[in-house]
Each structure stands twice: as structure tokens, then as C-alpha cells.
């Protein structure tokens, strides 16, 4: 059993940055890969980011490259996005996720674990 709490949400203006954080306990955090994944108002869950077990190999929806980082320190337990640039379409409730693998993915159905997410505002 893993569990999950996601930190660092808030209301941000457009162009503003935000880093959420979500740490992780009840099982060998090293070698499980983690996401993030985001649902707005009335859509469906979307995946954002991904990494692996050692933080080499990263995924990202096209909707955030070059704006969203996601990273991980192991020895903390913890999985960080990084996001700037925010838009007011980034505006949703974010969710970290493990999977019972090492193996990043980006698909929503991959993930065995959920945090109970954390709310993001980018105000125009």
C-alpha cells in the first residue's frame, strides 16, 4: 500500500510559476514510478507527466513541454512538478500517482496509487 499527499497548489496570476510536491510513504518509493495528472470542471483526467524509477526518463503531454518539470528525490520519498508559464487553461485539480512498476507511463489506467489532489487556479 503506497499513500500520497500532494502539496503546493494555489491561486497563481498567468505567467506565474507553481512547484507541487507529493510525498510518498508505505512502500519502496526508489523503485516505483510516479505521475501527474490533472482533471478540470466537466473533462476527464488527463495525464500531464511522468518519470521512471530513477528520474532518467521523463514523459510530458504535449499540452505543458517546455513549460512543466517533473523530477523526483529519492532519498525524500518525493515526486515534484515544476510549472511555469502557467496559462489559465492549466486551471484543474492535480494528482500524483504511483504505479506498481519502475516503468514510467502516461496512461491514467497505469497508476495503482492516487493522492487525493491538489487544487490550481492561473487567474487571467
Known amino acids: 500500500q503506497v499513500q500520497l499527499v500532494e502539496s503546493g497548489g494555489g491561486l497563481v496570476q498567468a505567467g506565474g510559476s507553481l512547484r507541487l510536491s507529493c510525498a510518498a510513504s508505505?512502500?519502496?518509493?526508489?523503485?516505483?514510478?510516479m505521475g501527474w495528472f490533472r482533471q478540470a470542471p466537466g473533462k476527464e483526467r488527463d495525464s500531464v507527466a511522468a518519470?521512471?524509477?530513477?528520474?532518467?526518463?521523463?514523459y510530458y503531454a504535449d499540452s505543458v513541454k517546455g513549460r512543466f518539470t517533473i523530477s523526483r528525490d529519492n532519498a525524500k520519498s518525493t515526486v515534484y512538478l515544476q510549472m511555469n508559464s502557467l496559462k489559465p487553461e492549466d486551471t484543474a485539480v492535480y494528482y500524483c500517482?504511483?504505479?506498481?512498476?519502475?516503468?514510467?507511463?502516461?496512461?491514467?489506467?497505469?497508476?495503482?496509487?492516487w493522492g487525493q489532489g491538489t487544487q490550481v487556479t492561473v487567474s487571467s
Open positions: 508505505g512502500s519502496t518509493f526508489s523503485s516505483t514510478a
Open positions: 518519470i521512471n524509477w530513477s528520474g532518467e526518463t521523463t
Open positions: 500517482a504511483a504505479r506498481s512498476s519502475p516503468i514510467a507511463t502516461m496512461r491514467t489506467t497505469g497508476y495503482d496509487y
